[in-house]
T-cell receptor, first 116, second 113 residues
Framework: AQKITQTQPGMFVQEKEAVTLDCTYDTSDPSYGLFWYKQPSSGEMIFLIYQGSYDQQNATEGRYPLNFQKARKSANLVISASQLGDSAMYFCAMREAQGGSEKLVFGKGTKLTVNP | DAGVIQSPRHEVTEMGQEVTLRCKPISGHDYLFWYRQTMMRGLELLIY????????DSGMPEDRFSAKMPNASFSTLKIQPSEPRDSAVYFC???????????FGPGTRLLVL
């Protein structure tokens, strides 16, 4: 079974509108971390936001609030007021703490296109 | 602060040649990771080090791949001999013990002809 599922291969949004990128995960480990990375066409991987499984509040970094629903095992990234520079691939990833592993498992990504 | 530095940024080589990719992690980071990104397999972890010691190399595809970390500020990923199916983007990332986040380098785009 896939650990990280991103069901939207591609998304389109108008500039200044909000968009939600979906991420569901599968783990039996009570302690885990969830990450979102952005990969623009230039290729670098840019860290956006982190959510720990025991965090009491949903994480927020600037224009990127995370909609973390633990019971549903989802960690959707919200991009408010989209900008043309937000056009990129977005990857959700998970690290499970069990066994002390440092391994990040990535989803297949969502390609976001922001239209002017 | 300088981020993770990788070299070369692009490498084109012929099948059978040795390829060496280099990485300088962020100063003070304890963990170093090598990832590979392909269209077919996405992003996958190859190996990671903690304090220069290899911890998990289960993602290394085969014996043609080897990685070393001789000191806290330098790591190499070597492919010998290279094959066309090794063509991919190879990322190095590092993390501090006190943080959760892995910070990625710009990647090396490898093409094996």
């Amino acid at each position: 079974a896939q650990k990280i599922t991103q069901t939207q291969p591609g998304m389109f949004v108008q500039e200044k509108e909000a968009v939600t990128l979906d991420c569901t995960y599968d783990t039996s480990d009570p302690s885990y971390g969830l990450f979102w990375y952005k990969q623009p066409s230039s290729g670098e991987m840019i860290f956006l936001i982190y959510q720990g499984s025991y965090d009491q509040q949903n994480a927020t970094e600037g224009r990127y609030p995370l909609n973390f629903q633990k019971a549903r095992k989802s960690a959707n990234l919200v991009i408010s007021a989209s900008q043309l520079g937000d056009s990129a691939m977005y990857f959700c990833a998970m690290r499970e703490a069990q066994g002390g592993s440092e391994k990040l498992v990535f989803g297949k990504g969502t390609k976001l296109t922001v239209n002017p | 602060d300088a981020g993770v530095i990788q070299s070369p940024r692009h490498e084109v080589t012929e099948m059978g040649q040795e390829v060496t990719l280099r990485c300088k992690p962020i100063s003070g980071h304890d963990y170093l990771f090598w990832y590979r990104q392909t269209m077919m397999r996405g992003l996958e972890l190859l190996i990671y080090f903690n304090n220069n010691v290899p911890i998990d190399d289960s993602g290394m595809p085969e014996d043609r791949f080897s990685a070393k970390m001789p000191n806290a500020s330098f790591s190499t990923l070597k492919i010998q001999p290279s094959e066309p199916r090794d063509s991919a983007v190879y990322f190095c990332a590092s993390r501090s013990r006190g943080q959760e986040t892995q910070y990625f380098g710009p990647g090396t785009r490898l093409l094996v002809l």
